[in-house]
C-alpha cells in the first residue's frame, strides 16, 4: 500500500519527535526527515533513514520503486548505497513483509550482471547473502495444538 506521499512520517505516525536532543548530523538530520513531506523524499533521505530502520512500513514502498527503476540508485555515498541500506533493513520488518521480501530477492536476482559490475559488489553481494538469511517462519504464537482435541 503506498502511503500519501503529501503527509510526513510525523503525520502518518502521528507522533513528533520534537528537537533533537543529541547534536549529530545523523540526528538532525533523521528529526528534520520526519517533517519532510514523503513526495520531496530523495534517494538520500531514503537511504538515510531505512539505514537507521525508521519508519520502514511508510518508506520502503518508496524505496523500491527507486531500485526498479536502477538498482544501482544512488544517495550521497555510491552506486547501490539504497540497496544496501534496504537490504540491510531489520529482519522483523521483512518478516512482516515477506511479499516485499521476495520481491527485492527478484530484484536482486534479475540485476545480478549490473550489480557485478559496480564497484562495491562485494559489499552488495555480501548483504544479500545476509538478506537471504532472514528467518521469515512468523513467530510462535504460543498456542499448541493438543493431539485428540
Not at 519508519?55 to 526498479?68: G, R, T
Not at 516485499?100 to 527478484?106: G, S, W, Y
Not at 550489480?115 to 544479500?128: D, H, P, S
Request: net charge negative; hydrophobic share 35%; proline share 5%.
Amino acid at each position: 500500500m503506498q502511503p500519501d506521499l503529501s503527509k510526513t512520517l510525523d503525520q502518518l505516525e502521528n507522533t513528533d519527535w520534537g528537537e533533537p536532543t543529541y547534536n549529530s548530523y545523523l540526528v538532525r538530520t533523521c528529526h528534520a526527515l520526519r517533517k519532510k513531506p514523503l513526495q520531496d523524499f530523495t534517494i538520500e533521505d531514503l537511504r538515510i533513514m531505512i539505514g537507521q530502520n525508521i519508519s520502514l512500513e511508510y518508506l520502503m514502498p518508496l524505496a523500491i520503486p527507486a531500485l526498479e527503476k536502477n538498482i544501482l540508485a544512488e544517495g550521497d555515498f555510491y552506486a547501490g548505497d539504497l540497496l544496501k541500506a534496504v537490504l540491510s533493513a531489520e529482519g522483523g520488518f521483512w518478516k512482516k513483509h515477506q511479499g516485499m521480501h521476495e520481491h527485492v530477492t527478484t530484484l536482486f536476482r534479475q540485476n545480478e550482471a549490473v550489480i557485478e559490475e559496480c564497484m562495491n559488489r562485494k559489499e552488495l553481494i555480501k548483504a544479500f547473502a545476509e538478506f537471504e538469511r532472514i528467518d521469515l517462519t512468523p513467530p510462535d504464537s504460543g498456542f499448541t495444538k493438543k493431539k485428540g482435541k
